[in-house]
């Protein structure tokens, strides 16, 4: 068997070769000696192979795309509710079950990438999503749509995983923090296109025209197939854990006997970004609840909380005006979720994630006060550059936390049940805004600034007492080890009983 200097020169010199696009010289120097000068931004995504750069946009693209099919519903909703005879607050349940069968996708997709590759479960993920896209534009009745946008769930659910652990295992640790907060905003470029596609698609030619649209992310399984390689770590991985001889069952009880604390902190810092980033679904639920005669369309613009219905109730904000507004707060988590994925290379993952939530709390009375249309503009872009800039973290730091075998796993999980988690938190504001009503309207403004500045001190707390492995080693030496050590263990026990 060999010994652990064995298992770190195999790391060294033999894991990494030109299609991982990952240089020996840098796994070496990241080792040795972290980077203490900044590299520019430019060099950084200049300095990436075909190979990277091609695995990236893909990601990419499938994040916006996905992104961009789970606001259709949004968009159109008080169009399917006309159709089907129903109620919109009825009809937004398809977007709660959405969000209940995404950590369902993660784990399944997770499971099958980490079992077969990376590739192949993430082209048939997007075949999967893009199919139930184009089938959701031909649903007959409400029962039929539903089913669709439950099995939709599933696979927006491991997209994200799979897409994240690909990128980053293909590419170099200094591009990580960049790389990761570019590639968590396409949830952020998709909301901004299907806000354009409503306007040139859903107003002209119907609800159902956005669907079939949709379905377009398919084409990206072309690009898959042909430009993307398999991730060389992940098949270095199937090779070593053969070696070992221990069942792929056995390997998942040592990652729970082994990182059973990560995963339960992870899942909640991932649930506190959770909560200051998302108000999903149940805008409508609360439209309902108080029986204001609103324009549905405007609540479903919104990717954050309550925002749209407080500029609209409490502000009296026309539909141009708030359609400006959270496209400009959504251009805001663009830029931040790069900016503060660059500067968590540097600073670090847990010490960005706490000054971008310290800046947050202190941009939010510019988010709800001001009346002025541009000074909330600022706010509302400042607001979302911190919350997202924190977000963008999120896929460097899941894939660097995660149990090397189960990198396709363990942070799409992780990340959809804090999404699931989180899911209650417009519910919540919705409450809260009840009981403490202004100029009698529920206070939105007051509610969400109260609640996101409680998630950021808890998120400054988890971020205080986790851990970070920032350009870590992805190659498999820490659970070679501890599963040599197990099968070490077994293999003494069994001499001992025999004696």
Known sequence: MADKNEINEISFNDVVDSETGIPKTTLRSTLISRVEKPINPWKILRSLNKAQTITFLAAF???????????????????IAKEFQMQPSKISASITVTLMFRPVGALIFGLLSDRFGRRYPLMADILLFSTMEFASGFAPNFQSFIVLRAIFGLAMGGEWGLGAALTMEILPPEARGLVS???????????IVAAIFYYLVTVNLGWR???????????????????????????????????????????????FKHHWSKIIHTILLMAGLNFISHGKKNDHNIINRYKRALNYFLLSIGTQDLYPTYLKTQLLFSPEEITVTTIVANVGAIIGGAVCGYVSQYLGRRRTIIVAMVLL?????????????????????????????????????????SPPNFRGTFPGFTYQLGVLIAS?????????????????????????????????FCLIILASIGKEAKNVDFVEVEIVDDLKSDTKQDDTEKESLHE
């Open 61 to 79: 693209l499938g994040w916006t795309l996905d992104a961009f099919d789970f606001f259709t519903v949004s968009f159109a909703l008080p169009y």
């Open 181 to 191: 907060g570019i590639l968590q905003q396409g949830y952020a470029a998709g909301y």
């Open 209 to 255: 025209a956005m669907f079939w649209i949709g379905s377009f992310p398919a084409l990206l399984v072309i690009l898959l197939r042909f430009y993307v390689p398999e991730s060389q770590l992940w098949e270095r991985s199937r090779e070593s854990h053969k070696s070992i001889g221990h069942s792929w069952i056995n390997e998942i009880k040592l990652v």
């Open 361 to 401: 709390g202190a941009s939010l009375p510019l988010f709800v006060l001001p009346r002025n249309r541009v000074l909330l503009s600022v706010g509302a872009f400042l607001v979302y550059f911190f919350v997202q800039g924190a977000y963008g973290i999120a896929p460097a730091h899941l894939n660097e936390l």
């Open 424 to 456: 209650s938190s417009a519910q919540i504001e919705a409450v809260l805004g009840e009981k403490f009503p202004k100029d009698g309207l529920p206070d939105y403004g007051l509610t969400q600034a109260i609640l996101t500045a409680c998630a950021a």
